[in-house]
């Protein structure tokens, strides 16, 4: 009907234009990162550690909490998980927006790319999270809010171009196959 030429008109003389993703870069220094072994999910100790304690140590890295397991901490005591090294520098990017599949593709690669340098980095990790609130998640299932909207997955890419991809989903989720 008649709603298209008015939302056009609307949206043309308002001047509504897409948002940019936001990016912001940070330096994180004398960081304490676990040991990781790409063939090696479960770790093993004194020798590197599992995917699960990455998957925690690195929510409180992008949280910003502090590692260092102070009892005088409110926020937290957590501290890294063992074995662990600290790395002087580590980089840290945000992308904040609406973003297409292609382009976290095309963000994949070039971090792949990353190892072709002469690096000192073992492994990197590419994290996508979708909007706690958003209407969709896999397959055809709507997106079930409950308490904390969990939508989200991880790739861990090493050295040698192995990767783990870790998915974190909500209860009521379907979770892809």
Not at 45 to 71: H, R, Y
Not at 110 to 132: D, N, R
Request: aromatic fraction near 12%; glycine fraction near 6%.
């Amino acid at each position: 009907g008649t709603e298209g030429p008015t939302l056009m008109s609307y949206f043309s003389k308002n001047q509504i234009q897409a948002l940019k993703p936001k990016i912001t870069f940070s330096t994180l220094r004398d960081l304490q990162c676990p040991v990781l072994q790409s063939n090696d999910l479960q770790g093993k100790p004194e020798e590197s550690c599992s995917t699960e304690e990455l998957f925690e140590w690195l929510g409180a890295v992008l949280n910003q909490v502090s590692l260092d397991n102070k009892s005088s901490s409110f926020l937290s005591t957590y501290c890294c998980p063992e074995p662990n090294t600290v790395v002087e520098k580590a980089f840290l990017c945000t992308i904040t927006g609406f973003i297409i599949p292609e382009k976290i593709i095309q963000l994949l690669e070039q971090l792949c790319c990353y190892f072709s340098e002469p690096k000192l980095a073992y492994w990197l990790t590419l994290t996508v999270h979708g909007f706690a609130d958003s209407p969709v998640s896999w397959r055809e299932s709507e997106h079930g809010f409950h308490k904390g909207g969990e939508n989200l997955y991880n790739f861990v890419i090493f050295r040698n171009l192995d990767y783990w991809l870790q998915m974190a989903v909500g209860a009521h989720d379907d979770c892809p196959p």
